[in-house]
Each structure stands twice: as structure tokens, then as C-alpha cells.
């Protein structure tokens, strides 16, 4: 075996060289993948220039979305805003009267703002037709006036001349519209010289209108300005730029926002800035520059609308308004009343009037905190997305996939900061989500070209490794002990002969499959869960494993050792599972662990406490009943404990006042160890007495039994104070009731857990089919007992709940449930069908839904015992016409006589006879059922006919139906 074994490592590969079938020579495929890759990157990047260059609508939405983040991190303005709106609002035309106004109340509303010291006015309102309701008008159109009444009109003059001659004593700006037709509507002609051009004339992309509707003449006259109050729609519809000016016909009209800072300004007129190729860049009113874009669109600085001033129209007029608000300050006047004004959405989420909006755009102007985006913006942002993405289409391709990632997110977090930094301390509007979407799209294109080649890499190697399955077979086919290579999948790449023997499955078939779902055992279980690791971490620490073979075939599993080595394979690392069958061992340890575990198990169903103790004073073993008994110090009672220091435990629970003095107890104790003394009795400080013998054994050790006698200790004293304590005996028997049902369900617990491990056998076979019958018989017994234990316990506790329990609303239909689904397996047992007759709507009651449900379960369970197989039992709950909700329960069981009934629901009453002697119990059910009944101030009602079954009725009082339901009545 040695001169093999020297023979293969003599062919091995040097250390640190890849297994040649799994790596092989490079191929022409991946490289083609790559050239692809650029390709693809190459014609997306030269879509998506196609696509800016065509400003689609979902790049533009996104790089105004981009520039609505910009300007709400701006930060925000301090100063307050020189500009006041003044609206007309519904509370204005509740409070003055319906619109339009009387221009009366516009020559009111511009002398008193000249009076509270406003600078300017600007109308957001047109005056394209004459006051129908001026003095004038009045006198030429109202019929039915006296020659005197009509003469005194018309001295009161015109409300139009008297608008024009208030607007002549302050600077003022009116509004003029777009109009779809190409009819002026009484607009008077262009202001000649307002608007002129510097640089090439080119202003095809300022918007076209096709008409204007102006003011009457008079008014238009008499402002020193004009201006379009329409808005061009955005994409998106969300309101963030206002026009600087609109080409109409012939002639440029300038914005109403525009024009009422020239004339704020004093400025005569206004210079747009055009440049070559790059269009309009702004306009000059004097020393102040308004930066626009190429359209002609002013940007606003919308992030805080609250710093502009509104001031209903009626305040000012009823002299209710503060003047300082006033004073200094520019006043736009428009209306935002409902059916006058319209609401528009900003970036921000908020709805601003066109009054807000036009006030706002005028602040920006005014403050110089116009965002700034130029036409050139637009070049640089499209030559830097096209410079990066070809150095990312010429570079990027042989990055990993984890560069690719952190190159993208770099990039475009840049791009995303230099953005920022520019409207932050410039005002700049950059856009980097052209950049962005050229990044993204570009390392998309290029991760899925690795993605693509990975895939293609690691099929060739898959395929190269099954092509050298014959030659690992060659090599491990001559063990005996079962050989698999497994990848850190966890799946079997090759296998020996013996591995099929060992599995129980052809050879072929074992390839490609998954290894731990063919073991069993704690390690089998974290190969399945993480496969990887387990198999690393166990060859790095080069233990063996312990775990069985799944046979499949019906055979219990076959235990089996496992040695572990890792091989490196390419790529891939591959671990070399060597599985030996240890059935002969395992059997040999299992029959001497099943011997000391019969001995633990048969100490340990002692009901008194059990120790036993080495010739060197050590504890070999004891049981729970003896741990129970040192109370807290129980924990130090394990293998090897000194017997002095059990001791000294024993001590601490000792009562001192029911024995001698402690250290010559101990003493005695100590120098008693390992001879036959005489039995004596240990009081405890909770109460128990112990009548204790102590054995020697063979080997110098001793034995110690702890005979639980504190019954018989409290029985001298109950029967030396019976007298006394007449009265309490009721309390007592039930106490000693519950007391001794939970001492039995201990054991009991334990009895069946021993039983049930028997039926499963974890520690292998018992040997014997006969003991696993027995195993099951004392389990069903164990639980019988354990039930009738229950019932006991259930009814020790009746006296104090029948005076003592909570109530709560509780449903019957809920209780039913419950009751049916723990029922379930006995149900299924005897085959027996249940049919339910609820009533709708039934009510809640008042009651304990404990005691509730235990009434319901033990009638269920009684009708279920005495039913024949394959019957049908009958439940059924209604809400009768004294309101009073009943329950029934029908059976078609063996019935009862007459003269029996009233001693059914006597405790512990069983019928006599070879028809009830099969039914187990202890005849509590259903005085647990009447007691509770009782309790509950309800009625039981029971009728049976010998061989045709039972009914039983249980009646609620009225006083107990929570709320009024549906009276129906449904027999079960």
C-alpha cells in the first residue's frame, strides 16, 4: 500500500498548480464575450445621446427632478422678501361683494397701498373691457333714469379714468395675456424700445404666441409697463420657471415678472444676451443680469414660499391691514378666489396660486437668487458623459465585477456632489443624471458581459470534470471503505464502488446528488443547512464524525465514522469524504449503553430519593427525587461530587429544631459512611420528613435512600387535631388530592418520556420487537393514567374555583371549537362524525372560559367513550326566547336507565356491567361538568335511552347572554 501510495503522489501535480480538467486551457469564447460586451456598451451609450440629443420626456422629467433636489438644498433666503401679494380671496368677495370688482375698488385698493408707503404695483389682473359699472357707463346704458339722476352719473366721470389717473401716481405694472387667435383684444400696440438684442439674432426657441389680449387703453396708457402673466407647460406639470419673454408676431412681450423688475429697477428697457450657437444665455436690466435658459425661461427659487407676504385684498381695503407689512415693499395684486384664481403644483409638493407664483419669480429676480442654468450647461454635461463612457467602455471590461460596482456608484456620487456644490455656492443648476444614466447603463451592460462569461467558464469546467470521473473511480474504486469527493455545494462529484454499497444506491445515480440528506445526525443537519462551511471547518480541525447511513430500504440506519480531507480542484474546492461502517462497534457500545441507561432509568423511576457513593466518597450516581430534595443545592449533585460536600447541602436544608446539634450531626454522618446504621429521620426546613437507611456496598461505597414519610408525619398530626380542624377538611382532601396527583404525574411524565424513547429507539435497536409492544403499552397506560391523574387534579381544584373564578364575555361557539380540535385524534380513533348546530349570531356569555371549555370537553369526551365506532354525535347551541343561550350534546352511544341518571354526576361513579367495563376513567367527567354548571348559576338537563344514546342539555341563565341575538332553536 505504500509503494501506491508513493507511485500517485509521484504523478500528483506540483503544489500550488491548478487540476488541469478543471481549469484548461484558455478559449477564444470569453474573449468574444468581451468584444461583445464594448460593442454593446458602445451602441447604448450612442442611444442614449440620441435620446438627450431629442431631450425625450422621461430624460428631461428626470433632470428637472434632479434640479427640483438642487434647489430644495439650496439654502434658503433670510432677508424677507421685498415683494407683497396682495389677493383678492372668496373671504376678500364675501367681505367687499362678487367679482369682477367695480374698478372703484381698485382705485380705493392702489390709493391706500400708496398711502402705507408701497414703492410699486403690479396687477396680476387684465382690464381688457370697460367698468359696467361706472358712472358714466351707467348714465349712456341704464334705462328708465330722470334726465337730472342721469345728468349727476355722468359728472362722477369714469372708474377706467380714475384706475388710470391712480396708476399715474405710482409705478405700475399691469398684465397682459396669450391668446390662441390672432386678435389683440384691445391691446394697443407694443411698448416700441423696451426689448432689444445683443449678439446674433437668433431666437427660435423663445416660444411663439399668436396673439396678445391687453388692457383698455386708458389703463394701459397710464402703467409703465406690460408683461405676459401665461406659463408654458412643463413636462411633468409641476410650475418652476416663468417666461422672460414670448415672441408674438412681429414682437418680443416680455414676462410680467421680467417687466416689473425693469421698471422697479427704473430701467428703460431690457437687453437679451444671445450668444453664438448657444442662443439666449439672459437678460440686462441695468447692472442686474437674469440668468434664463435657451428657451427664454426664468428659473424660481420656490423652497420657501413662506417668506413671501400675502395680504387679503379686503384687509387693506376695510383699513385692517398693517401698514409696515407695506411699506418699502413692491405689491402684486391678483385673486387665487375660486373660479378667478388657479392653484399650481410646485417641486416641493405644494399647490401656489399664479399670484404666489409671479410674486415669487419677481423675489428671485429682485434678491439675484435666480438658479442659473446656461445652454452651455447642457454641451460640457454631454462631452463629459461621452468622455467617460468611452473610457469606461475602453478601460472598464477588464475590471471584476466588484470595481465595475464601486467605479459606477463612485462616478455618479461625483457627479451628484459637484452638482450640489454648484447650486449651493453659485446657484448653479448642474445636471448629473445624463452623466449617471451613461455610468449606469454602461457598467450594466458591462457586469452582464461578466456575468455571461462566468457562466460559460464554469459550465466548461463542470463539463471537464464529469469527462475525468473514470479516472478518480480508477483510483478509489479498490477501498472497501466508501469514497466521495463533494464540492462546497455539498453535492457528490464522484463515488466509489463501496459508496454504493454503503448507500444503498448505483454509483450513477449518486453523482450530482446532495450527501446529507443520505446521513443522519446533528452534523448531517448543518451540512444541509450550510454546506460550505461545515465541510471547511471539519477538515481544518481533522476530527472524525460520527453519523449514520439512511439505508431507504426500511432498515434502521447504519452508524458510520467519517474522515474529511479538502483538495484543491481549479477553481473549486473538492473534499474527500472517506465514510467506514462501524454497525459491529456501535452495536457493542449501544447494548452497554442500554444496560446503564435500564439502571439510570430504573433509579431514576424510584419515587424516593436515591445516591449512590464510591469507596472514595465520591457520588457515582443518584436520581431527581434525591436532587429535588437539596433544593437549590441540587445543582452540585453530579458525578464525582464529594459526599462532605453533599453533605454540607443536606445541612443547609436541615430543620435544626427537629434534631441534634448540626456538627455533631455531621460528624456522625461522616464516620457512618460505608456501614450498615440504622435508619433514622431527616426533618427538611420546607416541612418533608425523610425516613433515610444508609447500605454499604461491595466495593466500600454506600447507598442512600431518602423515603419520602412527610404524608404519614402530617397524617399523626391531622389525625391528633381532627377535631379541631373539622371544619378545614374539605380544604384538606383536596389539597392532599392535588398534592398527591402532582407527585404522581412527575414520575408519570418521566415513565412516559422512557417509554417513548423505547418506541423510537434513539440510541439504536432494543433487540427485540416484543419490547417495543411493551415500550407502547406502557406509553398508552402512562397516558391513561396520566389523564385520569388530570381529572383528579381538575376536580381537587373545584371547591376553590366554584366560589373563586374570574368571568369574562366567552363564546360557546369558540369553546366548541377549541373543544373538537383537542378531541380530534380520539375522534379519528373511533371514526366517529360530529355535526354542529350553531344558531346565527349567537351571542357571548358571561363566564369562565376555562371552566366553559372544560364543560363542552368532558361532555364531548363522554359521548365520545360511550359511542360505537363509526356513530355520529350531535352538538348543537341556540339563544331560546328567554334569552337564555342552551348547549346540547347528543350521542348515539349505549345510553342509561332511568334509575341511573341521578348517579352519573357523582364523583367517581361508574357504572357497573360488562357494557361500561371497557370505558376507562375515573368517573369525574362529568361531575366536573356539574360543578362547573353550578358555578355558573346554569341548569343540566340530562335524557337517555338505553341503547339508542344520550342527550345532554346545559342551560345558561338570561342574566348571563351578553347582548340580544338571533332567537332560533336548534335541536342537536
Same mark, same amino acid.
Given at each position: 500500500?505504500?509503494?501506491?501510495?508513493?507511485?500517485?503522489?509521484?504523478?500528483?501535480?506540483?503544489?500550488?498548480?491548478?487540476?488541469?480538467?478543471?481549469?484548461?486551457?484558455?478559449?477564444?469564447?470569453?474573449?468574444?464575450?468581451?468584444?461583445?460586451?464594448?460593442?454593446?456598451?458602445?451602441?447604448?451609450?450612442?442611444?442614449?445621446?440620441?435620446?438627450?440629443?431629442?431631450?425625450?420626456?422621461?430624460?428631461?422629467?428626470?433632470?428637472?427632478?434632479?434640479?427640483?433636489?438642487?434647489?430644495?438644498?439650496?439654502?434658503?433666503?433670510?432677508?424677507?422678501?421685498?415683494?407683497?401679494?396682495?389677493?383678492?380671496?372668496?373671504?376678500?368677495?364675501?367681505?367687499?361683494?362678487?367679482?369682477?370688482?367695480?374698478?372703484?375698488?381698485?382705485?380705493?385698493?392702489?390709493?391706500?397701498?400708496?398711502?402705507?408707503?408701497?414703492?410699486?404695483?403690479?396687477?396680476?389682473?387684465?382690464?381688457?373691457?370697460?367698468?359696467?359699472?361706472?358712472?358714466?357707463?351707467?348714465?349712456?346704458?341704464?334705462?328708465?333714469?330722470?334726465?337730472?339722476?342721469?345728468?349727476?352719473?355722468?359728472?362722477?366721470?369714469?372708474?377706467?379714468?380714475?384706475?388710470?389717473?391712480?396708476?399715474?401716481?405710482?409705478?405700475?405694472?399691469?398684465?397682459?395675456?396669450?391668446?390662441?387667435?390672432?386678435?389683440?383684444?384691445?391691446?394697443?400696440?407694443?411698448?416700441?424700445?423696451?426689448?432689444?438684442?445683443?449678439?446674433?439674432?437668433?431666437?427660435?426657441?423663445?416660444?411663439?404666441?399668436?396673439?396678445?389680449?391687453?388692457?383698455?387703453?386708458?389703463?394701459?396708457?397710464?402703467?409703465?409697463?406690460?408683461?405676459?402673466?401665461?406659463?408654458?407647460?412643463?413636462?411633468?406639470?409641476?410650475?418652476?420657471?416663468?417666461?422672460?419673454?414670448?415672441?408674438?408676431?412681429?414682437?418680443?412681450?416680455?414676462?410680467?415678472?421680467?417687466?416689473?423688475?425693469?421698471?422697479?429697477?427704473?430701467?428703460?428697457?431690457?437687453?437679451?444676451?444671445?450668444?453664438?450657437?448657444?442662443?439666449?444665455?439672459?437678460?440686462?436690466?441695468?447692472?442686474?443680469?437674469?440668468?434664463?435658459?435657451?428657451?427664454?425661461?426664468?428659473?424660481?427659487?420656490?423652497?420657501?414660499?413662506?417668506?413671501?407676504?400675502?395680504?387679503?385684498?379686503?384687509?387693506?381695503?376695510?383699513?385692517?391691514?398693517?401698514?409696515?407689512?407695506?411699506?418699502?415693499?413692491?405689491?402684486?395684486?391678483?385673486?387665487?378666489?375660486?373660479?378667478?384664481?388657479?392653484?399650481?403644483?410646485?417641486?416641493?409638493?405644494?399647490?401656489?396660486?399664479?399670484?404666489?407664483?409671479?410674486?415669487?419669480?419677481?423675489?428671485?429676480?429682485?434678491?439675484?437668487?435666480?438658479?442659473?442654468?446656461?445652454?452651455?450647461?447642457?454641451?460640457?454635461?454631454?462631452?463629459?458623459?461621452?468622455?467617460?463612457?468611452?473610457?469606461?467602455?475602453?478601460?472598464?471590461?477588464?475590471?471584476?465585477?466588484?470595481?465595475?460596482?464601486?467605479?459606477?456608484?463612485?462616478?455618479?456620487?461625483?457627479?451628484? @456632489?459637484?452638482?450640489?456644490?454648484?447650486?449651493?455656492?453659485?446657484?448653479?443648476?448642474?445636471?448629473?443624471?445624463?452623466?449617471?444614466?451613461?455610468?449606469?447603463?454602461?457598467?450594466?451592460?458591462?457586469?452582464?458581459?461578466?456575468?455571461?462569461?462566468?457562466?460559460?467558464?464554469?459550465?466548461?469546467?463542470?463539463?471537464?470534470?464529469?469527462?475525468?470521473?473514470?479516472?478518480?473511480?480508477?483510483?478509489?474504486?479498490?477501498?472497501?471503505?466508501?469514497?466521495?469527493?463533494?464540492?462546497?455545494?455539498?453535492?457528490?462529484?464522484?463515488?466509489?464502488?463501496?459508496?454504493?454499497?454503503?448507500?444503498?444506491?448505483?454509483?450513477?445515480?449518486?453523482?450530482?446528488?446532495?450527501?446529507?440528506?443520505?446521513?443522519?445526525?446533528?452534523?448531517?443537519?448543518?451540512?444541509?443547512?450550510?454546506?460550505?462551511?461545515?465541510?471547511?471547518?471539519?477538515?481544518?480541525?481533522?476530527?472524525?464524525?460520527?453519523? !449514520?447511513?439512511?439505508?431507504?430500504?426500511?432498515?434502521?440506519?447504519?452508524?458510520?465514522?467519517?474522515?474529511?480531507?479538502?483538495?484543491?480542484?481549479?477553481?473549486?474546492?473538492?473534499?474527500?469524504?472517506?465514510?467506514?461502517?462501524?454497525?459491529?462497534?456501535?452495536?457493542?457500545?449501544?447494548?452497554?449503553?442500554?444496560? !446503564?441507561?435500564?439502571?439510570?432509568?430504573?433509579?431514576?423511576?424510584?419515587?424516593?430519593?436515591?445516591?449512590?457513593?464510591?469507596?472514595?466518597?465520591?457520588?457515582?450516581?443518584?436520581?431527581?427525587?434525591?436532587?429535588?430534595?437539596?433544593?437549590?443545592?441540587?445543582?452540585?449533585?453530579?458525578?464525582?461530587?464529594?459526599?462532605?460536600?453533599?453533605?454540607?447541602?443536606?445541612?443547609?436544608?436541615?430543620?435544626?429544631?427537629?434534631?441534634?446539634?448540626?456538627?455533631?450531626?455531621?460528624?456522625?454522618?461522616?464516620?457512618?459512611?460505608?456501614?450498615?446504621?440504622?435508619?433514622?429521620?431527616?426533618?427538611?426546613?420546607?416541612?418533608?420528613?425523610?425516613?433515610?437507611?444508609?447500605?454499604?456496598?461491595?466495593?466500600?461505597?454506600?447507598?442512600?435512600?431518602?423515603?419520602?414519610?412527610?404524608?404519614?408525619?402530617?397524617?399523626?398530626?391531622?389525625?391528633?387535631?381532627?377535631?379541631?380542624?373539622?371544619?378545614?377538611?374539605?380544604?384538606?382532601?383536596?389539597?392532599?388530592?392535588?398534592?398527591?396527583?402532582?407527585?404522581?404525574?412527575?414520575?408519570?411524565?418521566?415513565?412516559?418520556?422512557?417509554?417513548?424513547?423505547?418506541?423510537?429507539?434513539?440510541?439504536?435497536?432494543?433487540?427485540?420487537?416484543?419490547?417495543?409492544?411493551?415500550?407502547?403499552?406502557?406509553?398508552?397506560?402512562?397516558?391513561?393514567?396520566?389523564?385520569?391523574?388530570?381529572?383528579?387534579?381538575?376536580?381537587?381544584?373545584?371547591?376553590?374555583?366554584?366560589?373563586?373564578?374570574?368571568?369574562?364575555?366567552?363564546?360557546?361557539?369558540?369553546?366548541?371549537?377549541?373543544?373538537?380540535?383537542?378531541?380530534?385524534?380520539?375522534?379519528?380513533?373511533?371514526?366517529?362524525?360530529?355535526?354542529?348546530?350553531?344558531?346565527?349570531?349567537?351571542?357571548?356569555?358571561?363566564?369562565?372560559?376555562?371552566?366553559?371549555?372544560?364543560?363542552?370537553?368532558?361532555?364531548?369526551?363522554?359521548?365520545?367513550?360511550?359511542?360505537?365506532?363509526?356513530?355520529?354525535?350531535?352538538?348543537?347551541?341556540?339563544?331560546?326566547?328567554?334569552?337564555?343561550?342552551?348547549?346540547?350534546?347528543?350521542?348515539?352511544?349505549?345510553?342509561?336507565?332511568?334509575?341511573?341518571?341521578?348517579?352519573?354526576?357523582?364523583?367517581?361513579?361508574?357504572?357497573?356491567?360488562?357494557?361500561?367495563?371497557?370505558?376507562?376513567?375515573?368517573?369525574?367527567?362529568? !361531575? @366536573?361538568?356539574?360543578?362547573?354548571?353550578? !358555578?355558573?348559576?346554569?341548569?343540566?338537563?340530562?335524557?337517555?335511552?338505553?341503547?339508542?344514546?344520550?342527550?345532554?342539555?346545559?342551560?345558561?341563565?338570561?342574566?348571563?347572554?351578553?347582548?340580544?341575538?338571533?332567537?332560533? @332553536?336548534?335541536?342537536?
Amino acid at each position: 500500500m505504500e509503494g501506491k501510495a508513493t507511485n500517485r503522489s509521484a504523478q500528483a501535480p506540483p503544489a500550488g498548480n491548478a487540476v488541469p480538467w478543471l481549469d484548461g486551457p484558455e478559449h477564444a469564447k470569453p474573449a468574444r464575450f468581451l468584444r461583445q460586451s464594448r460593442i454593446a456598451a458602445f451602441a447604448l451609450l450612442v442611444v442614449l445621446f440620441a435620446l438627450r440629443g431629442l431631450d425625450a420626456a422621461p430624460i428631461e422629467i428626470l433632470r428637472l427632478w434632479a434640479f427640483d433636489q438642487q434647489i430644495r438644498m439650496r439654502p434658503p433666503a433670510t432677508e424677507p422678501s421685498p415683494v407683497v401679494a396682495v389677493d383678492v380671496t372668496d373671504e376678500s368677495l364675501g367681505a367687499i361683494g362678487q367679482w369682477p370688482w367695480p374698478r372703484r375698488h381698485f382705485v380705493d385698493l392702489v390709493a391706500r397701498l400708496k398711502e402705507a408707503g408701497a414703492t410699486m404695483v403690479v396687477f396680476d389682473i387684465l382690464f381688457a373691457e370697460p367698468d359696467r359699472m361706472s358712472p358714466d357707463h351707467l348714465a349712456a346704458n341704464l334705462p328708465g333714469l330722470t334726465e337730472d339722476f342721469r345728468n349727476r352719473l355722468s359728472e362722477l366721470g369714469s372708474s377706467d379714468n380714475a384706475l388710470a389717473q391712480a396708476i399715474q401716481d405710482i409705478p405700475t405694472v399691469t398684465a397682459i395675456a396669450a391668446t390662441p387667435g390672432d386678435n389683440a383684444g384691445g391691446r394697443s400696440g407694443s411698448r416700441a424700445g423696451r426689448i432689444a438684442v445683443r449678439g446674433p439674432p437668433d431666437l427660435s426657441k423663445i416660444p411663439d404666441i399668436r396673439g396678445v389680449i391687453g388692457n383698455i387703453p386708458e389703463i394701459s396708457e397710464a402703467s409703465l409697463g406690460e408683461g405676459m402673466v401665461n406659463l408654458l407647460p412643463e413636462p411633468d406639470g409641476i410650475a418652476r420657471r416663468v417666461p422672460a419673454v414670448l415672441h408674438a408676431a412681429d414682437r418680443l412681450e416680455p414676462g410680467l415678472a421680467l417687466e416689473s423688475a425693469r421698471v422697479a429697477l427704473g430701467q428703460t428697457g431690457m437687453l437679451l444676451e444671445v450668444r453664438p450657437s448657444l442662443g439666449l444665455s439672459g437678460v440686462s436690466l441695468g447692472p442686474l443680469f437674469v440668468p434664463t435658459d435657451g428657451a427664454g425661461r426664468i428659473w424660481i427659487d420656490i423652497e420657501r414660499p413662506d417668506r413671501l407676504q400675502t395680504i387679503p385684498a379686503h384687509d387693506i381695503l376695510l383699513d385692517m391691514a398693517n401698514s409696515d407689512r407695506i411699506d418699502g415693499r413692491i405689491v402684486m395684486i391678483g385673486s387665487s378666489a375660486a373660479g378667478v384664481g388657479e392653484l399650481i403644483r410646485t417641486a416641493q409638493g405644494d399647490n401656489l396660486t399664479a399670484l404666489q407664483l409671479q410674486a415669487l419669480a419677481l423675489d428671485s429676480i429682485i434678491t439675484g437668487r435666480t438658479p442659473v442654468r446656461d445652454s452651455a450647461f447642457a454641451i460640457a454635461e454631454a462631452l463629459a458623459a461621452l468622455l467617460l463612457g468611452g473610457l469606461l467602455i475602453w478601460q472598464l471590461p477588464s475590471a471584476t465585477l466588484v470595481w465595475k460596482s464601486a467605479c459606477a456608484i463612485g462616478l455618479m456620487a461625483a457627479f451628484a @456632489i459637484v452638482a450640489l456644490i454648484g447650486q449651493r455656492s453659485a446657484g448653479l443648476l448642474l445636471d448629473p443624471t445624463f452623466p449617471g444614466l451613461v455610468i449606469l447603463s454602461i457598467t450594466g451592460t458591462l457586469a452582464l458581459s461578466d456575468i455571461r462569461t462566468e457562466i460559460f467558464l464554469r459550465r466548461r469546467n463542470e463539463s471537464a470534470l464529469k469527462r475525468h470521473d473514470a479516472y478518480i473511480r480508477e483510483v478509489v474504486d479498490a477501498s472497501f471503505d466508501a469514497i466521495v469527493t463533494v464540492g462546497d455545494d455539498g453535492r457528490i462529484r464522484t463515488a466509489n464502488r463501496a459508496a454504493g454499497y454503503h448507500f444503498r444506491i448505483p454509483v450513477e445515480q449518486l453523482v450530482g446528488r446532495e450527501i446529507a440528506p443520505h446521513l443522519s445526525g446533528d452534523w448531517a443537519d448543518d451540512l444541509a443547512t450550510a454546506p460550505e462551511d461545515v465541510l471547511r471547518h471539519t477538515a481544518e480541525r481533522g476530527r472524525i464524525i460520527d453519523i !449514520a447511513i439512511e439505508s431507504g430500504d426500511g432498515l434502521p440506519p447504519r452508524p458510520t465514522e467519517i474522515t474529511l480531507a479538502s483538495s484543491a480542484a481549479g477553481s473549486d474546492r473538492i473534499f474527500v469524504l472517506v465514510l467506514r461502517d462501524v454497525s459491529a462497534r456501535k452495536s457493542a457500545e449501544a447494548s452497554a449503553a442500554r444496560a !446503564a441507561q435500564r439502571l439510570t432509568d430504573a433509579i431514576d423511576a424510584i419515587s424516593d430519593g436515591f445516591a449512590l457513593f464510591s469507596a472514595e466518597r465520591k457520588l457515582v450516581l443518584c436520581n431527581r427525587h434525591f436532587r429535588k430534595m437539596l433544593g437549590s443545592g441540587g445543582e452540585h449533585a453530579q458525578a464525582n461530587a464529594p459526599y462532605s460536600v453533599l453533605l454540607e447541602k443536606l445541612s443547609l436544608i436541615r430543620d435544626r429544631d427537629n434534631g441534634q446539634n448540626e456538627s455533631l450531626w455531621k460528624a456522625e454522618r461522616l464516620e457512618a459512611f460505608g456501614t450498615d446504621s440504622a435508619p433514622y429521620e431527616l426533618a427538611t426546613m420546607d416541612g418533608h420528613w425523610y425516613r433515610v437507611e444508609e447500605r454499604h456496598t461491595g466495593d466500600g461505597g454506600m447507598v442512600s435512600i431518602y423515603a419520602d414519610i412527610t404524608e404519614l408525619k402530617q397524617r399523626e398530626i391531622e389525625l391528633g387535631a381532627a377535631k379541631e380542624q373539622a371544619e378545614s377538611a374539605s380544604i384538606a382532601k383536596s389539597e392532599f388530592l392535588a398534592n398527591m396527583s402532582h407527585e404522581l404525574r412527575t414520575p408519570l411524565n418521566a415513565i412516559i418520556g422512557f417509554s417513548e424513547m423505547l418506541r423510537n429507539q434513539p440510541f439504536g435497536p432494543l433487540g427485540n420487537e416484543r419490547y417495543e409492544g411493551y415500550a407502547h403499552d406502557i406509553s398508552e397506560s402512562g397516558s391513561r393514567l396520566l389523564e385520569m391523574i388530570e381529572q383528579i387534579l381538575e376536580f381537587a381544584r373545584l371547591e376553590k374555583l366554584s366560589s373563586e373564578f374570574e368571568e369574562a364575555p366567552a363564546s360557546i361557539a369558540a369553546a366548541i371549537e377549541n373543544a373538537l380540535s383537542d378531541l380530534k385524534p380520539a375522534l379519528r380513533g373511533r371514526r366517529i362524525t360530529v355535526e354542529t348546530h350553531l344558531a346565527a349570531a349567537l351571542p357571548p356569555i358571561l363566564a369562565n372560559p376555562q371552566m366553559l371549555y372544560q364543560i363542552v370537553q368532558n361532555l364531548v369526551s363522554n359521548a365520545i367513550k360511550f359511542s360505537a365506532e363509526a356513530s355520529t354525535i350531535s352538538i348543537g347551541a341556540y339563544l331560546d326566547e328567554e334569552n337564555r343561550i342552551s348547549l346540547t350534546v347528543r350521542d348515539q352511544g349505549i345510553g342509561i336507565p332511568e334509575e341511573l341518571i341521578a348517579h352519573i354526576t357523582q364523583p367517581f361513579w361508574q357504572r357497573p356491567g360488562a357494557m361500561t367495563s371497557s370505558h376507562e376513567g375515573v368517573g369525574l367527567g362529568l !361531575a @366536573i361538568v356539574k360543578s362547573h354548571v353550578e !358555578a355558573h348559576g346554569a341548569e343540566l338537563h340530562i335524557e337517555s335511552v338505553p341503547g339508542a344514546g344520550t342527550k345532554v342539555s346545559v342551560t345558561f341563565p338570561a342574566s348571563r347572554t351578553i347582548g340580544a341575538g338571533e332567537v332560533g @332553536i336548534l335541536e342537536a
